[in-house]
Nanobody, 123 residues
Framework: QVQLIESGGGLVQAGDSLRLSCVVNGRTILTLTMGWFRQSPGKEQIFVAAFGKRITHAASVHGRFTISRDLSKNTVSLQMDRLKPDDTGVYFC???????????????????WGQGTQVTVAS
């Protein structure tokens, strides 16, 4: 059974930084595309970043957020700098099988999901 466990969320002020982590148990991330998605109140879940066959970030976070992975810890992280109130939401870590994924920005391609971690950015 594959488990994704997020950590690192919290309440910060605009301009601050946070680092989210996602530990994957039950499967090596070497064969997974790992992604981060955000669910904001009253809005649809949106793509934030992915690390797989390529490394990509949503335009809204490009230059401020950085996704990375540590194979030795089977962990993917999201470094979030210069946070804005619009970045507020629940951040979900997700995994997709590299042999089946077609769109690394689509939540529908991801089959493993964490429970989410809340990030709140105060103005």
């Amino acid at each position: 059974q594959v488990q994704l466990i997020e950590s690192g969320g919290g309440l910060v002020q605009a301009g601050d930084s946070l680092r989210l982590s996602c530990v994957v148990n039950g499967r090596t991330i070497l064969t997974l595309t790992m992604g981060w998605f955000r669910q904001s109140p009253g809005k649809e879940q949106i793509f934030v970043a992915a690390f797989g066959k390529r490394i990509t970030h949503a335009a809204s976070v490009h230059g401020r957020f950085t996704i990375s992975r540590d194979l030795s810890k089977n962990t993917v992280s999201l470094q979030m700098d210069r946070l804005k109130p619009d970045d507020t939401g629940v951040y979900f870590c997700a995994g997709a099988d590299d042999s089946h994924i077609s769109d690394d920005t689509s939540k529908n391609d991801y089959i493993f999901w964490g429970q989410g971690t809340q990030v709140t950015v105060a103005s």
